[in-house]
């Protein structure tokens, strides 16, 4: 009983209440404790945000215009220097990771190369832009918390790049004749008489993108520089059941002779020879069938090649017709001929077809001068012409007919240059030319090509009154009687070259016409405000061994002289044995 009532007082006892003079004091001294708390709080919170302020201005000036502090790219600091600094500071590294080798292997063979090798292109713009920008993109917390974080932990920016996958390409195209194979297709032929097949198989190649990826870890510092090659399989676009249904086509198509067509020409070829020209290829996006049966438009053509009299007609150029003083255009018509490709696919489809007779359409043969091209050229005129004559049978008539051939129609553009050497290129026994008389050095020889100085000396005169300024030019060393006397020339591979230029707004057209006995040569444009004249050959000098002849080229304008050209000519002739013959009053072959 005395327990429980010692309890029961000391209960009561901590029931009491507090005496009144205590309680105000007590709340006062919890009150200014608080009061310190909230002050000290305060002023740490102030004196944070101060030093956070100031860090902050600090890091804003310094970084200012530079990269900031801590950034780096793989490993070279960056922090503090301006993007044209940064530029300079990567660019060893740039020169060092390039031409850094990286080794693969594959089945015990060893392949090296360089990251520039194999078309890494840096952009270093880009890189140091991206460097640039950490601490300065994102949202404000961003920005704030990797700018603070610099300062204690590196921040490592990528290099940027990019690749040249044409240099790329070639890397991986030399190391392919080792490691490459390509996939075989199924394939579909005949043997004897007999259907043979083969089964396709996948082939590999070297893994490109797996390649780039790994050197772009390497230069990032992120990968080993010696791996395995990346190799993938390489599947082949038939399958077994492609070539099983082309054996079954292919048997169709030989299984008897067929009719042919073409033009007025009929022709049966016989099943044992169509199995020779049959082949298969992979189909393409336009066909249902992986695997086609056709035949090889090579043999095909072979095959028809005896015939081509029966069917072919060869194309007529445009030509310039003259009349008067005018020219109109003979218009140009097609030829036809036959095409290998749509013979092959013509002979496929008589093939295929239940009755196995068909026509195999011919093409058309475009003219080598349409009548649109020679529309085109707006000539409508002829400018000048000239015509020499020599004596039929001679061989070197077959050097000028032969070298007039090759000139005919050849169209000068404003402004290009007319060179009889370019045109008609070296004259070989190879192409037709042969022995003839020719002046060589000073001295009468033989020479293949001999004898088309005088084709020179005719497009000579005939470009001297088009008014034509010559390029180049070289009269002969001895005058001949056949020709204007100063105004001729010669002509050797490859100089003395006979050139001029078509100072003209309008294209020109160079024409040769030829008989047994004489050779022209025409110039067509359109209408010129310029007139030509000549003069009489007048020998100006004589000297031991020559003399010097002069004649002027007059072009006229408006009916007066606008320009006055000399050309002198030195012969070696004997000047007892040389009579000039006088320019006649009216040359309609020579100028208009």
């Given at each position: 009983m005395a327990k429980r009532g010692t309890f029961s007082g000391l209960a009561s006892r901590r029931r009491k209440a507090p005496h009144k003079s205590q309680a105000p004091a007590a709340g006062a001294r919890m009150e200014h404790l608080r009061t310190q708390a909230r002050t000290r709080h305060v002023r740490l919170v102030v004196i944070g945000t101060v030093v956070v302020v100031a860090l902050a201005v600090f890091d804003a000036a310094a970084a200012r215009g530079r990269v900031h502090h801590g950034v780096e790219v793989v490993g070279i600091p960056l922090g503090g220097r301006t993007p044209a600094e940064a530029e300079q500071s990567l660019a060893p590294a740039v020169r060092e990771l390039a031409g850094r080798e990286i080794g693969f292997q594959w089945s015990r063979r060893a392949f090296t190369t360089t990251p520039s090798e194999l078309g890494w292109r840096p952009d270093m713009q880009a890189t140091v832009g991206a460097a640039f920008e950490v601490?300065?993109?994102?949202?404000?917390?961003?920005?704030?918390?990797?700018?603070?974080?610099?300062?204690?932990?590196?921040?490592?920016?990528?290099?940027?790049?990019?690749?040249?996958?044409?240099?790329?390409?070639?890397?991986?195209?030399?190391?392919?004749?080792?490691?490459?194979?390509?996939?075989?297709?199924?394939?579909?032929?005949?043997?004897?008489?007999?259907?043979?097949?083969?089964?396709?198989?996948?082939?590999?190649?070297?893994?490109?993108?797996?390649?780039?990826?790994?050197?772009?870890?390497?230069?990032?510092?992120?990968?080993?520089?010696?791996?395995?090659?990346?190799?993938?399989?390489?599947?082949?676009?038939?399958?077994?059941?492609?070539?099983?249904?082309?054996?079954?086509?292919?048997?169709?198509?030989?299984?008897?002779?067929?009719?042919?067509?073409?033009?007025?020409?009929?022709?049966?070829?016989?099943?044992?020879?169509?199995?020779?020209?049959?082949?298969?290829?992979?189909?393409?996006?336009?066909?249902?069938?992986?695997?086609?049966?056709?035949?090889?438009?090579?043999?095909?053509?072979?095959?028809?090649?005896?015939?081509?009299?029966?069917?072919?007609?060869?194309?007529?150029?445009?030509?310039?017709?003259?009349?008067?003083?005018?020219?109109?255009?003979?218009?140009?018509?097609?030829?036809?001929?036959?095409?290998?490709?749509?013979?092959?696919?013509?002979?496929?489809?008589?093939?295929?077809?239940?009755?196995?007779?068909?026509?195999?359409?011919?093409?058309?043969?475009?003219?080598?001068?349409?009548?649109?091209?020679?529309?085109?050229?707006?000539?409508t005129k002829k400018i000048s012409s000239f015509t020499t004559y020599y004596t039929p049978g001679e061989s070197r008539v077959t050097n000028i007919h032969l070298a007039a051939d090759i000139i005919d129609g050849k169209v000068v553009e404003p402004g290009d240059v007319f060179s009889m050497n370019e045109i008609i290129g070296q004259r070989t026994a190879e192409r037709g030319f042969v022995e003839a008389p020719a002046i060589y050095d000073g001295a009468f020889t033989t020479d293949i090509g001999g004898g088309i100085s005088q084709l020179a000396t005719t497009i000579f005169n005939a470009g001297f009154f088009g008014g034509y300024p010559f390029e180049e030019y070289q009269a002969h060393s001895f005058y001949i009687d056949r020709y204007p006397m100063g105004r001729e020339a010669t002509l050797h591979w490859t100089h003395p070259d006979l050139a001029f230029r078509n100072d003209t707004k309008n294209p020109i057209l160079v024409a040769t016409d030829y008989t047994s006995s004489s050779i022209t040569v025409s110039i067509y444009g359109s209408p010129q405000d310029r007139r030509v004249r000549a003069t009489d050959p007048v020998i100006v000098d004589r000297y031991p061994g020559g003399y010097t002849v002069l004649v002027h080229r007059l072009i006229e304008k408006d009916g007066r002289v606008v320009k006055r050209e000399d050309f002198r000519t030195n012969y070696v002739n004997k000047l007892e044995t040389v009579t000039p013959t006088p320019t006649p009053t009216r040359e309609p072959k020579e100028r208009e």
């Open positions: 601490g300065r993109a994102g949202p404000p917390w961003t920005i704030a918390w990797n700018r603070a974080t610099t300062w204690i932990v590196a921040r490592s920016v990528s290099w940027h790049s990019d690749w040249d996958l044409a240099a790329t390409r070639k890397v991986v195209e030399r190391w392919s004749q080792d490691v490459g194979e390509p996939p075989r297709e199924g394939r579909v032929w005949v043997d004897g008489g007999t259907i043979r097949t083969s089964d396709p198989a996948p082939g590999r190649s070297v893994d490109v993108e797996q390649l780039l990826a790994h050197v772009d870890s390497f230069v990032n510092g992120e990968a080993e520089p010696d791996i395995a090659l990346p190799i993938i399989s390489v599947q082949p676009a038939t399958t077994r059941a492609d070539v099983d249904e082309a054996a079954e086509e292919a048997e169709r198509m030989i299984s008897g002779p067929v009719e042919v067509r073409i033009g007025r020409l009929e022709l049966t070829v016989p099943a044992s020879k169509m199995g020779r020209y049959l082949q298969t290829r992979v189909g393409s996006d336009e066909t249902d069938a992986s695997l086609e049966v056709g035949f090889s438009p090579a043999r095909v053509g072979h095959l028809l090649k005896p015939y081509d009299e029966d069917f072919e007609r060869e194309p007529r150029s445009a030509e310039f017709v003259e009349h008067g003083h005018k020219v109109e255009i003979k218009p140009s018509a097609p030829g036809r001929t036959l095409d290998a490709d749509v013979a092959a696919e013509g002979l496929a489809r008589i093939a295929k077809s239940d009755s196995r007779s068909g026509r195999i359409p011919l093409v058309e043969k475009e003219a080598p001068f349409t009548t649109a091209e020679a529309e085109e050229l707006g000539i």
